[in-house]
């Protein structure tokens, strides 16, 4: 599923419910204008990093809005249902095992640890969701 098809599939959900639909079109706009990036992690928490700072996301968003209907909750749950599963490999270990394999081909004399980190944060690539791993996947081969 497309991040628009997610997006519309959402709205379509939340029809009667107007603070999720603001919430769902400002996440929208922010994830189209680059201004939100979101991270899925394997414990099914994210990081979404706005312009107001970054949070950890799981069921609840701890946001100055101090509302359950915060647009990063609702980006959460818009990158989930966009992102593909598992393309390359069937699971997290065999992608892991694939990016290791495949950085250390490409990049001899870098450590993998460092370059994750120095992009995603202090987290190491145990940490990172299926969605996050195909895309390190793919951008290194």
């Given at each position: 599923?497309?991040?628009?098809?997610?997006?519309?599939?959402?709205?379509?959900?939340?029809?009667?419910?107007?603070?999720?639909?603001?919430?769902?079109?400002?996440?929208?706009?922010?994830?189209?204008?680059?201004?939100?990036?979101?991270?899925?992690?394997?414990?099914?928490?994210?990081?979404?990093?706005?312009?107001?700072?970054?949070?950890?996301?799981?069921?609840?968003?701890?946001?100055?809005?101090?509302?359950?209907?915060?647009?990063?909750?609702?980006?959460?749950?818009?990158?989930?249902?966009?992102?593909?599963?598992?393309?390359?490999?069937?699971?997290?270990?065999?992608?892991?095992?694939?990016?290791?394999?495949?950085?250390?081909?490409?990049?001899?004399?870098?450590?993998?640890?460092d370059t994750v980190q120095r992009l995603c944060g202090p987290y190491a690539i145990e940490n990172l969701g299926v969605?996050?791993?195909?895309?390190i996947l793919a951008a290194i081969a």
């Amino acid at each position: 599923m497309t991040l628009n098809q997610a997006i519309e599939t959402a709205k379509a959900k939340a029809a009667n419910h107007p603070e999720w639909l603001r919430a769902i079109d400002k996440a929208a706009r922010l994830l189209a204008s680059g201004e939100l990036c979101v991270t899925l992690f394997a414990d099914n928490t994210a990081l979404v990093t706005s312009p107001n700072g970054s949070y950890r996301v799981n069921g609840h968003c701890p946001c100055a809005a101090k509302t359950a209907h915060c647009y990063h909750r609702a980006a959460k749950r818009l990158v989930e249902m966009a992102e593909p599963v598992a393309t390359k490999a069937a699971t997290r270990d065999e992608l892991i095992a694939d990016i290791k394999a495949t950085f250390a081909a490409k990049f001899p004399g870098y450590r993998l640890a460092d370059t994750v980190q120095r992009l995603c944060g202090p987290y190491a690539i145990e940490n990172l969701g299926v969605a996050p791993l195909n895309h390190i996947l793919a951008a290194i081969a």
